[in-house]
């Protein structure tokens, strides 16, 4: 279960950060930044936070809204299907963990990154975490942010473009989504430079 120990390790105001939405073909990457107090996050919260993952949606719903009565300082950052098409999806989820961190209503002196990869341009010194959403409460945070924020943009697109499960499956390559594809085609939300689309697209070229 994650804790406070990375956070105490460091001096200063720490900001946990992680990202939902690398795999999916299609919609934006969510990246979610959190900081919080150790002094002051109820007992019973720390106890319940927890990889995103590892959290059916109405426990990420009831958590996040929890954090959010919290002093908690929560800040969202995203990068576009045309980012990730334009840089790729990496360097796309670096640049929306850039933008959580930056809309942070503190700056915060240090932040821990879920993952093995410290993006370029925080304005704060950082350390990467592996697996780090299953071992720091501020990442776990951020995590649970990250996918309830990401769920809900799913959800709407879904209305938008109703047909491929967005709002069950986020985007991911389930079988209604591949359906919605093979019936409907490829919309503006879907990201061209991923395999399966990229191949729908050769295929319709041709």
């Not at 975490?129 to 990442?139: F, H, T, Y």
Request: charged content about 25%; proline content about 6%; aromatic content about 4%.
């Amino acid at each position: 279960m994650p804790d406070f120990s990375i956070e105490l390790s460091h001096t200063g105001v720490i900001a946990g950060v992680d990202e939902a939405g690398r795999g999916p073909w299609a919609g934006p990457v969510v990246a979610g930044a959190a900081i919080l107090d150790p002094a002051t996050l109820p007992q019973d919260l720390m106890n319940d936070l927890d990889d995103s993952k590892k959290l059916k949606a109405p426990k990420r719903e009831a958590l996040l809204a929890r954090l959010q009565e919290t002093d908690a300082i929560l800040g969202v950052g995203l990068a576009s299907v045309e980012e990730i098409d334009d840089i790729n999806i990496l360097q796309a989820t670096m640049r929306a963990m850039v933008r959580a961190v930056g809309n942070l209503a503190r700056a915060p002196d240090f932040a821990l990154i879920d993952g093995n990869r410290v993006p370029d341009g925080l304005a704060c010194p950082a350390q990467a975490v592996i697996k780090g959403d299953e071992i720091s409460l501020s990442i776990a945070a951020a995590s649970i942010l990250a996918k309830v924020t990401r769920d809900h943009m799913m959800t709407k697109l879904d209305h938008r473009y109703p047909g491929y499960g967005w709002g069950s499956n986020a985007g991911y390559g389930t079988k209604a989504h591949q359906e919605g594809l093979a019936r409907l085609g490829i919309t503006p939300e879907h990201r061209k430079s991923f395999a399966p689309i990229r191949k729908i697209l050769s295929q319709k070229d041709s």
